[in-house]
């Protein structure tokens, strides 16, 4: 495997199911993301792990849980979500140097399609 | 707040004409500027990007861009389109300030479509 890669592709849920989205990237990379991506609205971060420091937007619901393990994987836990959650979650990832964002370059996955019925 | 706005939600063009897209952002310094690309059930995939140095960059698939600070734009070119560059365009833009740790904000893209 190169670059990032994402499972599952296609997920569909039901608003009472714990699922999660997992991420793995192989460029050797110590930041990663979760992007979601809905129809008509611009990319919105949701998480960043970087570093060993976790960041988050504030408008995320605590319905997304994020779990970094290592630099390699970051996944996505899901609980009791909303129909409009229903989107494309992004994961990327970058090479940051210490005090600086200079190379902050993302690389992107394929990404999940998520649908919660 | 730093923003990003691509004002052409949709542009058409026929094969082999030439592709302009808009790209203008909110900040006070100068950022690092990049273009993504998104075909269809497809992650982004970065065009080129813009750091510091000569303002006009090259970047992959024919694609090139040129930085304009006293336009606080960075829009995106190709001389002769081909209808494999049907695709959704991104522009982004990083800021180098430790609170915001690599964060890009995006503009909400240009939907290309090319005519045969």
């Known amino acids: 495997e190169t670059g990032v890669t994402q499972t599952p592709r296609h997920l569909v849920m039901g608003m009472t199911n714990k699922k999660s989205l997992k991420c793995e990237q192989h460029?050797?990379?110590?930041?990663m993301y979760w992007y979601k991506q809905s129809a008509k609205k611009p990319l919105e971060l949701m998480f960043v792990?970087?570093?060993?420091?976790?960041?988050e937007n504030n408008s995320v619901p605590s319905r997304f849980s994020p779990e970094c393990p290592n630099s390699s994987h970051l996944f996505l836990h899901l609980h009791t979500l909303q129909p409009e959650d229903s989107a494309l979650y992004l994961c990327?990832?970058?090479?940051?140097?210490?005090?600086?964002?200079?190379?902050?370059?993302?690389?992107f996955g394929p990404g999940t399609r998520l649908t919660v019925l | 707040a730093q923003s990003v706005t691509q004002p052409d939600i949709h542009i058409t063009v026929s094969e082999g004409a030439s592709l302009e897209l808009r790209c203008n952002y909110s900040?006070?310094?100068?950022?690092?500027l990049f273009w993504y690309v998104q075909s269809p059930g497809q992650g982004l995939q970065l065009l080129l990007k813009y750091f510091s140095g000569d303002t006009l960059v090259q970047g992959i698939k024919g694609f090139e861009a040129e930085f304009k600070r006293s336009q606080s734009s960075f829009n995106l070119r190709k001389p002769s389109v081909h209808w494999s560059d049907a695709a959704e365009y991104f522009c982004?833009?990083?800021?180098?300030?430790?609170?915001?740790?690599?964060?890009?904000?995006f503009g909400r893209g240009t939907q290309l479509t090319v005519w045969p």
């Open positions: 792990y970087s570093l060993e420091e976790r960041v």
């Open positions: 990327a990832s970058s090479q940051k140097s210490l005090g600086t964002n200079v190379g902050n370059e993302q690389f």
């Open positions: 460029l050797g990379h110590n930041a």
């Open positions: 982004a833009v990083g800021i180098d300030r430790g609170s915001t740790l690599g964060r890009l904000y």
């Open positions: 900040y006070g310094a100068t950022p690092y």
